[in-house]
Nanobody, 129 residues
């Protein structure tokens, strides 16, 4: 099973921006919705954002955690089989390892609904105050 690969993390000052990428090789997971989760030290992995994909209508729907609404934007480039997470107005509490995964079905907000083997290694985002 092909895993997704996250990139784009780094160290940024509060108020700054980063863009994360979630890439799959070839056409893997090209018809799956994808989600971003994050995990801070000592905390459980939590939902950040997700984007659906309808291969017939080419329509997408986006979902966001309340804590990132208005600051983060999720998008996808189907030609590149890549999903992006644009993060603006970053806060120290956004510091975490960010993971992406492909959904298998059900609610995008539930971690258990994602393909177990699709989770990448994560990318570290550190926001300094």
């Amino acid at each position: 099973q092909v895993r997704l690969e996250e990139s784009g993390g780094g160290l940024v000052q509060a108020g700054g921006s980063l863009r994360l990428s979630c890439t799959a090789s070839g056409r893997s997971f090209s018809n799956n919705g994808r989600g971003w989760f994050r995990q801070a030290p000592g905390k459980e992995r939590e939902f950040v954002a997700a984007i659906s994909w309808n291969a017939i209508s080419w329509r997408t729907t986006t979902y966001y955690a309340d804590s990132v609404k208005g600051r983060f934007t999720i998008s996808r480039d189907n030609a590149k089989n890549t999903v992006y997470l644009q993060m603006n107005s970053l806060k120290p509490e956004d510091t975490a390892v960010y993971y992406c995964a492909a959904i298998s079905g059900g609610s995008y907000y539930q971690l258990d609904n994602y393909v177990r083997d699709s989770w990448g290694q994560g990318t570290q985002v550190t926001v300094s105050s």
